[in-house]
Each structure stands twice: as structure tokens, then as C-alpha cells.
């Protein structure tokens, strides 16, 4: 069908703003749309983090400055920047409504939420119309952006502009999904709409943007198969899946591709040595590295367990929390953690580095060239996740050279193989009971596998030996752009 043309848009985008992956899956598609020849326009918020950044300059669109949008007795201003996406020829559209988005925070928890995402929904179609500019497909990402197909057959559906457009409604996580007040929907301008509204919410005196979303977009993705299917049960569909059962034939799931020009040891400007397959001197001479800033001995060949992530519910922290003591109190292994959240997780990680100073070390917070560090140093990189839609960490840990040990959910079943040293065949480690007997099961037996260096050498090549690049995974996205279009 030729080259497409897509609206993205996301409520973040790497590199500007990002709290998660959909910000690097926004910004990996886009420009590996862009690269493959498509017309790709991406509109995301200007938040004052944004604005404030010295590295980025933001020119202007003469057309697209000084706009108003009215909503109810509401009116707002904004104004449209733009600058390319790194490395890339893409343009990110740059929403600024100091209103709104001025602070530094991307996300909060307040009504407020409401009228800035609706906002951002309202000003990437009327961007798009301003520009004359007829997109294929609007892709929208999660629960900020799930408005748009309903905004769009209703409020535009005059505009022969969009007749010919479709609305592909990105699902990252289903554990938010834009639920507020019934009250606001007329200063969102939405009054009339109401009865297009999903009952189950309106009655009672609330609607959800997802729901909404789900129930008006062309076309639904999630990001692994799995998560798909998950979804339309009621444990991980989070009250959605009765929704997503009735939408299941418009519903499709695509593993998020990894950015390999940012995550690949053997150019990787973090490492304090690169490496690549085979070169497991390398390899080690990182992991002596990380242990050395640390301060922890690097004078044995205990294995090294990384997590990077943030410390929620959704990632199973409580089954390292009863699972790694045993491992430490065993001296099986040492751990390297970085990440932040919930208070008592932080607590329990700050506990174990203050019992076994030797053996464990944590940073709270979140620092980008950390995760390198750690992706490269580890031998085991632990994602034990209660669900996780897809997962990036266990792809990076792969082309590092970093086994993975996962729960069997969502995209970790999706890309984790698990070893057979029978036959050599496999890329990691998986369990399926959310226990920590089970976890625990799995890291001894991943540690019998590392005594064998023969066995572990297999297991650690053939992980670096996958490929989950946008090469691969962005073919499947133009399929389904064309498929909504007939």
C-alpha cells in the first residue's frame, strides 16, 4: 500500500520525557517509521522539564501559534514547537499550554489530569487539520490518548480531512486507565457525548478514558501476545476484560522492539569496556568494574544477580524479598539493585545491603547510566513480575549477555526460552506459580547451571544471538496499519 502516514501520539517520549517504556516504544517505532520511509508526525505534551532543557531547542510553528480550544465555559490556549527525534529526520510536536503542562511533573493523580490529556488528544487532530495533513492512522498510546477515535467520529466527523483516517489504540498497561468524575465530561466538552458512553461506567457517575478508547478505537494492540490474551480474562484485565472480549477480533499484540543503537554492549559509551558475543573476558571485566565502585570484594567467582526496576507490586518484589535472603544467607550469589517506589520495598533493599554489605549493593532512585552498568555486570538479571504487558529489561539482558529470570507472563513468556542443558537449547530462566518457593527453585537452579561454564557459556550466547530489534518487530505495526485501512 505504499507509505504510510501515522500521528503518533504519547503522553511521553523518549529522550525528552519518560517515566517508562511507553516513552522508548514511542520513540523506537517512530523512528523506525520514519527511517522506513514512512511520513511520521509525533505530538507529545511541553512539559516544563521539556521547555527548561537546555540540550533541545524548540522553533516554532508559525501556523500553529497562539490556537484556542474551548470546552464548556473553559478556554485554553496553546501553542505548537518541534523538534526531531534524535538521530532521526522525525519531528516530535511539541503541545505547550503553560496552563497545563508548565510544571515539571509529567503525571499527577488530581482531576486536573483529565482536561491536560484531552487536551493533548484535542490538539494533535487539530494540528493535523490546521496542517492540512491527512493521516492513515492516528496511533494512540494508553489511557492519556483514548479519547481520540470518539473525539474524532464526533467532533471532526465533519472534515472530510479525516474521512479515510483509522484510530489504533496502543494498550501498555492496563493498570491505568484515565477513570474520573462524570462532572468534568462538560469541560471537556464532551456533554453531548455522554450517551456514547460505556453504561458501566456511567452509572456509576464515572467514565474511563481507556474504557471509552477500547470501546471506539479501529483497532486494539497490546504489547506482547500473551498480555493479549491475559487481558481478556478478569485477573489481569483489570475490570476491562469483559470489554476486550467483545473487541477480541480487532485486538493484536506486538512485542515492543529494542533500541540496539542505545543498547548494545559493543558500542555502548556507559560500559567501561564494550564487548560483544563471545567475548566473555569482556563481560567480566564489567562485572569487576561495577563491583569495585561499590566497594564490594570482586576476588571470587560468585555470580552477580541485577534488577533494575521500579520497586511496585507489579514487579514481585515481595518474592525477592523472601526469596534472595536465602540466597545470601547461602553465599550463593551477590546483588546489584537499582530503582525506587513503594517505601517498603526500598526499605527491604536498603535492609539487605545493611545485613550483607559484602554480598549486596543498592542505589534508590533511577540513573540511566546505572542500568547500563548493571545490564553489562550481571550474570542473572531477576524480573519476577506479578504481570508484565511486555518488558524491556529482559531484552536488553539478552544482547548483554545477561541471563534472564523471569515469571512466565505477558511478554517475559513471550521472549524468555527457557535452558535445556540436555540440549543446549533456551535463553533463560522462567517459573510460573506467583510464589517464592517458586523463584527461589529457579535461582538455584540457576546457579547449578552456572557452576557448569560449558552449559552457561551456551545459554549466555544464544540469548546474544536474538534479535528484537525495530528491524523485526516494526514490519508487524505497517501490517496492521494497512489491514484497518482494508
Not at 52 to 70: G, K, R, S
Not at 222 to 243: C, F, H, K, N, P
Not at 281 to 298: E, Q, R, S, T, V
Not at 430 to 451: C, G, H, N, Q
Request: net charge negative.
Amino acid at each position: 500500500m505504499g507509505a504510510q502516514r501515522i500521528c503518533m501520539v504519547a503522553s511521553e517520549v523518549a529522550p525528552f520525557a519518560k517515566t517508562g517504556g511507553l516513552a522508548d516504544v514511542a520513540c523506537g517505532l517512530s523512528r523506525w517509521l520514519g527511517k522506513a520511509g514512512h511520513d511520521v508526525r509525533v505530538v507529545m505534551p511541553m512539559y516544563g522539564r521539556v521547555r527548561d532543557n537546555a540540550d533541545w531547542t524548540f522553533p516554532p510553528v508559525p501556523e500553529l501559534q497562539d490556537l484556542q480550544i474551548t470546552a464548556g465555559d473553559r478556554s485554553y490556549t496553546y501553542s505548537v514547537s518541534t523538534a526531531p527525534l534524535p538521530e532521526s529526520d522525525v519531528l516530535v510536536h511539541f503541545v505547550r499550554c503553560p496552563e497545563l503542562f508548565g510544571g515539571d511533573a509529567i503525571y499527577g493523580d488530581g482531576p486536573d489530569e483529565a482536561p491536560r490529556f484531552w487536551l493533548l488528544t484535542r490538539a494533535a487532530i487539530d494540528l493535523c487539520q490546521r496542517l492540512q495533513w491527512s493521516p492513515h492512522v492516528f496511533h494512540a498510546n494508553d489511557w492519556h490518548t483514548a479519547l481520540l477515535p470518539l473525539i474524532l467520529k464526533t467532533g471532526y466527523a465533519w472534515d472530510t480531512l479525516f474521512a479515510d483516517t483509522k484510530v489504533l489504540l496502543a494498550l501498555h498497561n492496563l493498570g491505568y486507565q484515565g477513570v474520573f468524575a462524570l462532572d468534568l465530561l462538560d469541560s471537556l466538552g464532551l456533554a453531548d457525548e455522554r450517551h456514547l458512553l460505556d453504561a458501566s461506567d456511567t452509572e456509576n457517575d464515572t467514565f474511563s478514558f481507556l474504557r471509552t478508547g477500547v470501546k471506539y478505537a479501529d483497532a486494539l494492540c497490546t504489547v506482547s501476545e500473551t498480555y493479549a490474551r491475559e487481558i481478556q480474562d478478569e485477573e489481569l484485565g483489570m475490570g476491562l476484560a469483559a470489554d476486550l472480549q467483545k473487541r477480541r477480533a480487532a485486538l493484536r499484540g506486538i512485542v515492543n522492539g529494542v533500541d540496539y543503537g542505545e543498547w548494545d554492549p559493543r558500542h555502548d559509551a556507559f560500559l567501561p569496556q564494550i564487548y560483544g558475543p563471545g567475548d566473555f573476558a569482556g563481560k567480566a571485566a564489567n562485572k569487576a568494574a561495577l563491583l569495585k565502585d561499590f566497594g564490594l570484594p570482586g576476588d571470587d567467582d560468585l555470580p552477580l544477580f541485577g534488577i533494575v526496576s521500579r520497586l511496585t507490586q507489579q514487579k514481585g518484589i515481595e518474592l525477592i524479598a523472601e526469596a534472595m535472603p536465602v540466597v545470601l544467607q547461602e553465599r550463593g550469589a551477590r546483588l546489584v539493585a537499582l530503582g525506587s517506589g513503594e517505601p517498603r520495598y526500598e526499605q527491604f533493599l536498603q535492609s539487605l545491603r545493611d545485613s550483607y554489605p559484602d554480598l549486596v549493593a543498592v542505589y534508590r532512585g533511577y540513573n540511566n547510566e546505572l542500568a547500563h552498568r548493571i545490564e553489562a555486570a550481571a550474570d542473572v538479571f531477576l524480573m519476577p513480575s506479578r504481570y508484565e504487558p511486555c518488558g524491556l529489561n529482559q531484552l536488553y539482558s539478552l544482547r548483554y549477555g545477561t541471563v534472564p529470570l523471569v515469571r512466565q507472563t505477558g511478554g517475559l513468556a513471550d521472549t524468555v526460552r527457557p535452558f535445556d542443558p540436555a540440549t543446549g537449547e533456551g535463553t533463560g530462566f522462567s517459573f510460573e506459580p506467583f510464589s517464592s518457593k517458586a523463584l527461589l527453585d529457579t535461582m538455584r537452579r540457576a546457579l547449578s547451571v552456572y557452576r557448569d561454564q560449558d552449559s552457561w557459556r551456551q545459554l549466555v550466547n544464544n540469548g546474544m544471538a536474538e534479535d528484537w530489534s525495530w528491524d523485526r518487530q516494526g514490519p508487524k505495526y505497517v501490517a496492521l496499519y494497512e489491514a484497518m485501512q482494508g
